[in-house]
């Protein structure tokens, strides 16, 4: 697709001994998380796949030396760009290195494809996901410049997941704008001070001996007794010796669905976030039979307000068990997921801590018969969106369709991705292993959930059987 590239910066190896200038810090719960999901480079969460791959449109003429000196900035800001995980011994800890320079690859993208460069943009950023990615290479964040012309080009920022997460990457692009601006000499927003992820990983565990974290536990022992995480039935088992080849079913919802689905979520006093996976467990127990739904999401897990410009994975693994035994409705099964997600979300505290006390509930993971998916709906904030910045207009590339044979990984199972977009529409993918989930079987459970979602925010009132 590229006629002409060329590269700013090279990648930085991590293999060399530490030195003065480098820091040890303890590893926080979440990457304690990721390493329970280690199985080298090839796969799991250390895989160069395990990757956060956005992209921007850019309006502007874009000035390569400025933007190769503000990833260099954002990196000398944010430290968990540039902080490598030792891993594999009893003494696992997290390395913080020095600043170092971001590959950033500039290419021409070919005049003359007739289509439209929407499709085109989103075709360069599927490239790009698919790519693969070095843990073992800092800094941890990489950059491709795709441009069609003098003014208008696509912008894509490659993180690995065991550095950041989605907030992360919306913390990264507007401290990259306004550092861009800065090193134009244009006005620039000024950045708040940060609290590095050493920091977070410090009251993390500070926060793990005290009283508030005692009553969560609690909570979750009681909660989540005799639970499992609801996984469903797989095509084919999973192959021990086969590495993990995951693809991206893509999809949008109409604006009269979403249209459907936001007034009902507004008259349930519910966030579109609990009507979807409220609709969701109906799907589940329609193809299971199972009233006692455990189904695993993520939060944002910056719950302390002076991590919220924190770059690093602070996301948290949380589990919603939601019975719906004796519901009649699809209002009832909402009422039951609305009060389940707010005892959760007022309780969230490190999954790790919850799973340790109880195994069965994560037992799922080990069948090699099932995959558990969980389900999502994107929620981190979006500073910077069609605001000129240093004489840049930045457009984030959220409305996705074309299918992706091969996409960036997650570490186990399957997960669904919801995005309720500006234009009024709902934006998706359900990610899965081609291994194991033929596309067909994804392709209809994709249509079920429309089908199942319709009919609940239609018709809230009607049994649960004809929802």
Not at 64 to 74: E, H, I, K, R, S
Not at 244 to 254: E, G, I, L, S
Request: aromatic share 8%; charged share 25%.
């Amino acid at each position: 697709m590229t006629v002409h590239e060329t590269t700013h910066a090279t990648v930085h190896e991590t293999t060399h001994a530490p030195n003065d200038l480098e820091s040890r810090a303890p590893l926080a719960f979440n990457q304690e998380f990721l390493c329970a999901f280690d199985n080298g480079e090839a796969d799991g969460a250390f895989g160069n796949r395990h990757t956060l791959v956005f992209g921007w449109r850019l309006s502007g003429a874009v000035d390569t030396g400025a933007l190769q000196g503000a990833l260099d900035d954002v990196v000398a800001r944010h430290e968990a760009l540039r902080t490598s995980i030792v891993r594999g011994t009893e003494d696992r800890y997290q390395r913080i290195h020095p600043p170092g320079s971001v590959e950033l690859v500039v290419s021409d993208l070919p005049a003359d494809d007739p289509r439209p460069r929407d499709v085109r943009a989103e075709e360069f950023l599927n490239e790009l996901d698919a790519g693969t990615y070095s843990v073992g290479s800092l800094p941890h964040l990489r950059a491709r410049l795709g441009r069609f012309d003098g003014n208008d080009a696509v912008l894509v920022l490659v993180l690995h997941h065991t550095a950041g997460d989605a907030w992360s990457m919306q913390v990264i692009i507007r401290d990259l704008a306004a550092r861009y601006a800065a090193r134009r000499g244009s006005e620039a927003p000024v950045l708040p001070d940060v609290h590095q992820y050493g920091e977070f990983a410090a009251w993390q565990l500070e926060s793990a001996a005290g009283a508030e974290m005692g009553r969560a536990l609690d909570y979750w022992g009681e909660k989540l007794r005799d639970a499992r995480i609801l996984a469903i039935p797989t095509d084919r088992p999973r192959d021990g010796g086969l590495t993990n080849v995951y693809a991206a079913h893509r999809f949008v919802f109409d604006r009269e669905l979403t249209s459907a689905t936001l007034n009902f979520s507004k008259a349930a006093r519910s966030s579109a976030f609990m009507v979807m996976v409220a609709a969701y467990n109906v799907l589940l127990h329609k193809k299971t039979g199972v009233t006692d739904i455990v189904v695993p999401t993520f939060t944002s897990g910056r719950s302390d307000e002076r991590f919220m410009e924190t770059v690093g994975p602070i996301f948290n693994y949380l589990t919603l068990r939601t019975d719906i035994t004796g519901c009649e409705t699809f209002r009832d099964v909402v009422a039951r997921t609305r009060a389940t997600c707010f005892e959760a979300y007022g309780n969230d505290i490190p999954f790790p801590l919850i799973a340790h006390g109880n195994p069965g509930l994560v037992s799922p993971f080990a069948d090699d018969g099932v995959a558990v998916v969980a389900f999502e709906v994107l929620q981190a904030p979006s500073e910077v969106e069609e605001e000129a910045i240093g004489g840049l207009t930045y457009s984030e590339i959220r409305r996705r369709v074309l299918p992706q044979p091969l996409s960036s990984h997650i570490p186990n199972g399957a997960l669904w991705a919801m995005d309720v977009l500006p234009s009024g529409e709902i934006a998706g993918s359900l990610k899965f292993d081609r291994n194991r989930f033929d596309e067909s079987t994804i392709v209809d459970l994709v249509s079920d959930f429309r089908q199942v979602l319709w009919n609940a925010v239609t018709g809230p009132d009607r049994p649960l059987r004809e929802i």
